[in-house]
């Protein structure tokens, strides 16, 4: 089901529930309230038919001729009438304009004393509101006194009598069922009209929202500008217009990095590949020297290890959400540091490397030594490459309110302004960066801030053309174990300096 139809539906049903609701509640109250005109005209009927009866002690009398008696209009259509009935059920009294069969063939006195009204239908099919009243004496008769005989003028003296008041229910009737009939059609009308009008509304709202729709289905990927057009709405529809945007961008900029990332990657691969498969190529061609396949045996070696260190970067770069990089555990970052430099004690320019720890208590971090390692390695390494042999290499160690910080720091021949927002991305290097096969491929300060990120941590740069760069990594600090007699940062460093400077 289309937006445009559940739209439609759930407002008709709601206007058709609260039409039907608001029908009935008018439809119930009116019946109420005529039903309490017409209680209210028999009351008045018995008022006056009760001014005819006199209760006394033992009988009650009946005298018509002395009061005035109650009209009877019994065929209008708001027709009201009586009858009057003694205690044995006897007709006394009826309307002369009434027919002696219309009611009494239909309706009997009722033996109960309530004065509820009931309701009856004459022999003419019409209905009417009853009710009925007893008039008792209002003690018992004393001993040895005769009920006085009938009199001519009209007088009469019964055990009882029962009081009967009828209105006719046709006009009652007839306006509850023109009623019903204007609320069913008005009801209708507008149910009709507003499920037209919740259809055309309807349209016209999701207007915009086909239009996005249709805009979404026709994007092309491979347009750099692709983007939803403008909603101008000025609602939620345009909030979501710009957050879609939004997405796009990160989805376009993403697609751009892997298709960057992918010829960058294709590229590096294939010329150390050719590169020995050329000298290989080469060498079988005629008999060779020893020295001379050596040499080629050499040179596809450094080619092989070149081309393995592109691969388990691009490998590295590939897993970072696997559980290599979350499993990490807490490390001491000064006395790991120094172990960690006494590694490259073989290295060409070890003895340029300099630490220096400015933070005087333990760092504890948490981390992963192995891929920590390979992060300062990568620093390290860089500052050397971009370097001048000879020229001090600093790795230095502080904290920084709820931060280590490690920084490597180089004199070397610094990173332009412009290269340095995006040193970061893998494969991306410098016109400056030195061409003498040794510089790498780009991808070692890709691998320092995935594993900085991994850690909780980042990593940022600064840079002074020709004077040097300073890579810092900032880590948040861990809890410490606290074992026993553990020696301070500052005297590890002190001590593990004096060995490794030369």
């Known amino acids: 089901m289309s937006l445009t139809n559940r739209f439609s539906v759930l407002l008709l049903a709601t206007l058709g529930f609260t039409l039907v609701g608001f029908s009935a509640a008018l439809f119930t109250s009116s019946r109420i309230y005529l039903g309490r005109q017409a209680d ?66 239909a309706w009997a006195p009722r033996r109960s004393t309530a004065a509820l009204p009931d309701r009856v239908t004459d022999r003419k099919g019409r209905s009417w509101r009853v009710a009925q009243q007893r008039v008792k004496p209002t003690a018992a008769a004393e001993p040895g006194s005769e009920r006085p005989a009938d ?52 349209r016209k709202t999701l207007v915009p929202l086909t239009r996005l729709v249709q805009s979404a289905r026709n994007l092309d990927a491979t347009n750099p500008g692709w983007s939803l057009p403008e909603v101008g709405t000025g609602d939620e529809l345009d909030d979501l217009r710009n957050a879609f945007n939004d ?54 070696h450094r080619r092989a290890v070149a081309l393995g260190h ?36 073989e290295n060409a320019r070890s003895g340029d490397v300099r630490i220096k720890a400015v933070a005087t208590a333990p760092l504890w971090v948490n981390a992963q030594p192995h891929l920590l390692g390979q992060l300062v390695e990568n620093l390290v390494e860089n500052a050397c490459k971009y370097s001048a042999p000879g020229t001090p290499v600093v790795v230095s160690l502080a904290r920084d309110a709820g931060s280590a910080l490690l920084s490597v720091e180089d004199s070397g021949c610094g990173i332009a302004p412009e290269d340095l927002p995006r040193i970061f991305e893998p494969f991306f290097r410098s016109i400056r960066s030195p061409r003498d096969g040794s510089a790498g491929v780009g991808l070692g300060l890709s691998v320092v801030e995935r594993v900085a990120t991994a850690f909780g941590g980042t990593v940022t740069a600064w840079s002074v053309l020709g004077h040097g760069s300073r890579f810092v990594v900032r880590l948040p600090l861990a809890a410490a174990p606290a074992p026993a007699g553990m020696v301070t940062v500052a005297e590890r460093v002190t001590t593990a300096a004096a060995d490794i400077t030369p």
């Open 310 to 345: 592109i691969v388990e970067s691009l490998l590295f770069l590939s897993r970072a959400g696997s559980a290599l990089l979350t499993r990490s555990e807490p490390l001491e970052l000064g006395g790991w540091l120094i172990e960690s430099m006494e590694g490259r004690a």
């Open 40 to 105: 209210e005209r028999l009351s008045a009927i018995l008022t006056l038919l009760d001014t005819c009866v006199d209760p006394k002690p033992g009988w009650v009398r009946w005298e018509p001729r002395a009061r005035r008696l109650p009209p009877s209009r019994w065929q209008e259509r708001h027709a009201t009438t009586w009858l009057v009935y003694d205690g044995e059920g006897r007709l006394l009294t009826s309307p002369r304009n009434l027919p002696r069969e219309q009611l009494t063939g």
């Open 151 to 202: 009199t001519s003028d009209g007088k009469s003296y019964h055990d009882e009598v029962l009081l009967a008041a009828f209105v006719s229910l046709d006009e009652t009737e007839a306006a509850l069922a023109t009623l019903g009939w204007f609320l069913v059609c008005i009801s209708t009308l507008i149910w009709v009209t507003a499920a037209v009008c919740a259809r055309w509304l309807s």
């Open 247 to 300: 997405l796009l961008a990160r989805l376009h900029e993403a697609y751009e990095r892997q298709r960057r990332f992918s010829g960058d990657a294709s590229h590096q691969l294939r010329t150390p590949v050719a590169v020995m498969i050329g000298h290989l190529e080469v060498a079988q061609r005629s008999e060779r020297t020893a020295e001379d396949y050596l040499r080629v045996v050499r040179l596809a």
